[in-house]
Structures are given as C-alpha cells and as structure tokens.
C-alpha cells in the first residue's frame, strides 16, 4: 500500500491547475479586448452619425491599449527566446497569428488616430477621405479580428479542456465589445467636461449606454452556457475546472467579484443612471464596476485551468494499473 501511494503516477491524479499562464497573460487578454472593442464601438459610433465632434481623435484610442497589453504578453514569453520562436510559425502557432493580427491593429489603428489629430494641426485631410474609410475598414476588421482572438488563444491551449470551446472566443469577443463601449463612454464623458460640457455627447453617451446593457445581458448568458457546457463536458477535467470557479477556491472571486459587480450591479445602477443621467458619480461607478470585473473574469477562467492528462501520462497510468490491478483510485482533492 506505502508504495501504491507514493507511487507518481497515482499522486498525478491530484488536481493540477495550469501554472504557465498568468496574471500578465491574463492583463494582456483583458487590454487587447478592451483596446480593440473600443476600436470597433469608436468606428460604429462615427459611421453611422452619432459623433458630435468634429474630431475623430477620442473615439481612436484603442490601438494604445492594445499595444500596451501585447508588452504584458512579450514580458510573459521573454523577448529573445520563446517571443521570438513563436513569431515565426504562423502555420502552428496561434501565438504566431496573434501576434501579426494585433500588429496590424496597432499599426494601422495608430495611422488613423494619427490623421485624426491633423485637423487639430491645421491640416487640411478633406482630399483623403476615400483613403481614410479604406484605412478605417482594414483597422475595423482587424480590431473585431483582435477581439475574436484573445479567446482563440486560450482555446488553442493543449491539455485544458476548460478552455477548449468555441463559447470561449465568443464570450470573450462580447466582453470585448462591453468593455470598449464602456471605456469609449468614460473617455468621452471625461473629455466633454474638460473640454466642453457634460451634456455635449449625451445622445452619442444614451446609445452607448444602452448597447453596454445589451452586451452585459448578452455576456452573462454566454458566461452561463459557457460554463454549463463545460460543466456538462465528459473531456478531462472541464468540471473540475467549473466547480473550482463556482464552488472552490475562486468562489469569491467569481460571484462577488464577476456576477455580482460584473453583471447584477451595474444594470441595476445602469436602470437609475437613466434617471438620473446628469450623476457622473453613478455612471463612473457602472464604469468601475464593469471594467474591473471583466479583469477578474479573464484572470478567473486563466486561473481555473485544471491540466488534463497527456495521452503518454494516460499510458503510463494504464501500464500501473495493469502492473498493480488492486490499486483503487484516489480520490481528487483541490491543489
């Protein structure tokens, strides 16, 4: 018995939460989503009319955001050896393909936030307006390619079968688009009260306002499919993984700090907001509220990720139990 339960392969079986990927990872997915959302919501805004200002330049700010996450990304893989391994195979690595999608976000996203604050400088950009919308429709696709991608990467992951669903980049394109339309609200209303006044881009803040509601109910349920599905999944360990989130050491992390900040408190603020539209206190609280929850999020599906069993660890399990057929399983425990 003393050698059955010493034995590794048994002890394997354990609970073993991935360690490779962390909190820098987790920041970087959180800032290119919200960096590239806003990116999407401040191109939709100005297409279709509901801009007040005669610049483009606070609605473009998303390529910024979008750069500093990717420093969080390169500093986790190291510049010199696995950054630079990883750039170089596109045709295996979502790493790879992540890497040219958001360098072309940035890049292009900084040339169009660059024209917008000409005007500003006395140039005249009238004469470059086809050349604009063609630049405008590149840094659109790729902004929404950005935010598809930060949950392609997590799914792309071998041996976490928690992440390994196509839900995943569909919760974290909507979270996404929430965070940047709540980040363009808070943005915008900072600059009209510096600039102008609180009431300058109230219709544009009221259609912002309301799509960030949609996209919180959308989200939440997402989250809830997400979850159900991979609770509900006979793959590796997605349950544990689940029950860990829900009902283990991230628990509070989880109802408190996502579901309850994340999603019921802010549409209950959001309710009186409309109400009382002309309170920046309650509307930098929803702000607060949403963006900081959607860290949490990102940080508690990373943190989650419960390793699955390679085929070779399998095996070798397999080939101890034939050796030792009257060794009973150990029972999981969390850590």
């Known amino acids: 018995m003393a050698t059955e ?7 394997s079986r354990y609970f073993k939460p991935q360690k490779e990927w962390g909190w820098q990872v987790a920041v970087d997915l959180y800032l290119a989503g919200m960096g590239s959302g806003a ?31 990717a420093l969080f990304l390169i500093s986790k893989l190291g510049i010199r050896r696995r950054f630079l ?3 170089m195979n596109p045709k295996t690595s979502w790493l790879s393909r992540g890497f040219y999608i958001l360098s072309v976000c940035i890049i292009f996203g900084a040339v169009i936030l660059a024209i917008s604050l000409l005007p500003l400088l006395g140039v005249d950009i009238g004469s470059w307006s086809l050349f604009v919308r063609a630049l405008d429709m590149v840094v ?19 041996f976490v079968s928690f992440w390994h669903t196509y839900l995943l980049p569909v919760l974290f394109t909507v979270s996404a688009l929430t965070t940047g339309a709540m980040a363009t609200v808070m943005a915008t209303y900072t600059y009209d009260l510096l600039v102008f006044n609180e009431a300058y881009s109230s219709n544009m803040r009221n259609v912002l306002m309301n799509i960030t509601q949609g996209l ?8 809830a499919l997400y979850l159900y599905t991979r609770y509900m999944a006979e793959e590796g360990q997605s349950r544990n993984s689940v029950l860990l989130l829900i009902s283990g050491r991230l628990w509070f992390v989880f109802w408190l700090g996502i579901v309850a900040s994340g999603f019921a408190l802010p549409l209950v603020l959001a309710i009186i907001y409309s109400r009382f539209s002309e309170n920046p206190i309650l509307l930098f609280a929803i702000g607060a509220l949403v963006l900081a929850s959607r860290l949490l999020l990102r940080l508690a599906i990373i943190y989650a990720g419960i390793k699955d069993q ?7 399990e397999l080939q101890y139990y034939l050796k030792f057929p009257d060794a009973g399983p150990v029972p999981l425990r969390n850590g």
């Open 5 to 11: 339960m010493a034995n590794p392969v048994i002890n």
């Open 39 to 69: 990116l999407v919501i401040g191109l939709l805004v100005d297409w279709l009319g509901y801009s007040p200002y005669s610049s483009r330049t606070i609605l473009l700010w998303g390529p910024v955001l979008v750069a500093f996450g």
């Open 85 to 87: 391994n990883t750039v």
């Open 140 to 158: 659109f696709i790729f902004a929404l390619a950005a935010a598809v991608y930060t949950g392609i990467l997590v799914r792309s992951v071998r």
């Open 216 to 223: 919180i109910l959308i989200e939440a349920i997402v989250l």
């Open 310 to 316: 390679t085929p070779w660890h399998k095996f070798v």
